[in-house]
């Protein structure tokens, strides 16, 4: 075989794919599945918005439901790096809930969030598998790095707490609390004003009192 022709032949399935098309795919399909829903963006559509081929869709993800897993992947990794949940056992406690926090209240309230949680719980996807290719992809992802984080702190003896998963699951819970609850309905004429920041605070405070090594 010549060297032309070898250069010319197309990336075989183990060659790494062009990043810069994944990204620009990955943003397209957030923009539409929020727009449209799962359901109302089709592959085709998502191709011309990231200016690629539907095959390049195809190749990168394989398909529709790994492709909308993937976007939520990337969503919760932008507001949630991996980074927030690393050993940092010098950092305070208390400082390292109020960092995750307040990257998790800001990440549930931005608009695509809102409107991506009225689709989750639209008719057309309630009792459908996509709920739980939602969870995997993004919740279970978050709860999973804080529920380690959790088990560090309490091998340190920083936390007395018997099941640290649940401990997780009630900390996200109350960060979502009245706010996001309001975000979601619409509704914005609650008596209460409280910053992001002190809703935060209240939060940790309460996790504190709860689970803190006396």
Known sequence: MT?????????????????????????????????????????DQIAAEAGVSKLTVYSHFGDKDRLFAEAVRAHCELGMPTRLFEPHPGVPLRERLVDIGEAFFAMIMTPEAIAGHRILCSPQITGSHMPAVFWEAGPQRVQNSFTALLERRIAAGELEIEDPAR????????????????AVFGYCCSGRHDTPQE????????FLRAYAKR
């Open 3 to 43: 060297r032309n022709a070898a250069e010319s032949k197309p990336a075989g399935p183990g060659r790494p794919k062009d990043l810069a098309k994944r990204a620009a795919i990955l943003d397209a399909a957030k923009r539409l599945f929020v727009l449209q829903g799962f359901d109302g963006a089709s592959m």
């Open 167 to 182: 401990a997780a699951s009630q900390f996200f819970t109350l960060l979502k609390g009245e706010p996001h609850a309001q």
């Open 199 to 206: 809703h935060v605070a209240g939060v940790v405070e309460l």
